[in-house]
């Protein structure tokens, strides 16, 4: 079974930063493209950041631009996700995801999920 599994999520102060892993369970990364998903209480889910399995390539939502980073360490099978410079906004539960994919992480329809990490900023 394709099992995402996040991890890193805490309390931090407005500024500053976590890294969030995603490890896999039951499947290696080399050809999933994953994606990172938050959702904040009263609000859809929305996708933060993503890399694709076909060229590595990235992508991250306009909100989180040049603060946050994602990055794959295939010998570890783990993605991280670097926040830096964490607003009081990021708050949400954070949700790591996984597709068979090739597509641009971007535009895919993820069918395995994680559990979540919550990630709380306060001001």
């Known amino acids: 079974e394709v099992q995402p599994v996040e991890s890193g999520g805490g309390l931090v102060q407005a500024g500053g930063s976590l890294r969030l892993s995603c490890a896999a369970s039951?499947?290696?990364?080399?050809?999933?493209?994953i994606g990172w998903f938050r959702q904040a209480p009263g609000k859809e889910r929305e996708g933060v950041s993503c890399?694709?399995?076909?060229?590595?390539?990235?992508y991250y939502a306009d909100s989180v631009k040049g603060r946050f980073t994602i990055s794959s360490d295939n010998a570890k099978n783990t993605v991280y996700l670097q926040m830096n410079s964490l607003k009081p906004e990021d708050t949400a539960v954070y949700f790591c995801?996984?597709?068979?994919?090739?597509?641009?992480?971007?535009?895919?329809?993820?069918?395995?999920w994680g559990q979540g990490t919550q990630v709380t900023v306060s001001s």
């Open positions: 995801a996984a597709d068979y994919s090739d597509y641009l992480c971007e535009t895919i329809p993820y069918d395995s």
């Open positions: 890399i694709s399995s076909a060229d590595g390539s990235t």
């Open positions: 039951g499947f290696t990364f080399d050809d999933y493209a």
